[in-house]
């Protein structure tokens, strides 16, 4: 399955939930867009290391929401919640702060819940609430939030198990990995010699990398983006 598809088919996935949990909300059969739709919403956490495309697949699908399901659809990035530069220079260790910036504990992970646990239960006396670079409306329907720890079983990232509707994790090859992320890095500017790209890869993402796939929770779903497996769910 084309990703394009596996996206198609991941919107449909959340309008379809979203009909079913306005219904059991109201406890009637009425069509969705006839009741107010503030007064609940759907979330979405979707987790992935490096080069995984969790971000490219989260900004297609919320846009297939909107625009084929007529959902109010907005992407949260768990990048606004990595820690700023000036902390790192407080740490222990400054430098390797600084060379494994991306790392689990780079991130302010409570603020991160905390936040998703204000989303989950944000009412109309609450008409916006900010983060770093975020602000979710009352009246947003769906609500996906991405990054690489989301789904992660250690503190506090867990806590999010219980606070999303959905968990999706975007599974790549480390290999396809390693490689995506040095030629970005690459073509980025960031760094022109490719072997060094691969290095840093080495140092810093691939650990990032393995630490998500040993570290990784309760999911409901995960989408491979390697082939054309598209996704499947894991087993019980």
């Not at 009637?28 to 867009?33: T, Y």
């Not at 000036?86 to 689990?104: C, F, I, N, Q, T």
């Not at 789904?151 to 999706?168: F, R």
């Amino acid at each position: 399955m084309q990703m394009e598809q596996v996206c198609t088919k991941l919107a449909q996935r959340v309008a379809d939930n979203y009909a079913n949990l306005s219904k059991q909300k109201t406890g009637c059969d009425s069509p969705v867009e006839e009741r107010p739709q503030h007064k609940h919403r759907y979330m979405v956490a979707i987790a992935g290391g490096p080069g995984s495309g969790k971000s490219t697949i989260a900004g297609d699908i919320s846009e297939r929401i909107r625009k084929d399901h007529k959902l109010s659809c907005s992407v949260v990035s768990v990048e606004g919640f990595m820690l700023p530069k000036a902390s790192l220079d407080k740490m222990d260790d400054p430098e390797k702060a600084h060379a494994r910036r991306g790392a689990e504990w780079t991130f302010d992970g409570k603020a991160m819940v905390d936040f998703i646990r204000r989303c989950r239960h944000q009412t109309e006396m609450e008409k916006q609430i900010r983060a770093p670079g975020e602000i979710v409306d009352v009246e947003t329907q769906v609500l996906i939030f991405e990054g690489i720890y989301l789904l992660s079983d250690t503190e506090p990232w867990k806590e999010i198990q219980e606070l999303a509707d959905d968990k999706w994790f975007v599974h790549v090859e480390p290999g396809l990995s390693r490689k995506r992320v040095a030629e970005r890095r690459q073509n980025k500017g960031i760094e022109k010699d490719l072997d060094k790209c691969y290095q840093q890869y080495d140092e810093s993402d691939g650990k990032n990398n393995a630490f998500v796939t040993e570290h990784l929770g309760k999911v409901d779903l995960i989408i491979e983006n390697n082939d054309e497996k598209g996704l499947h769910e894991p087993e019980k």
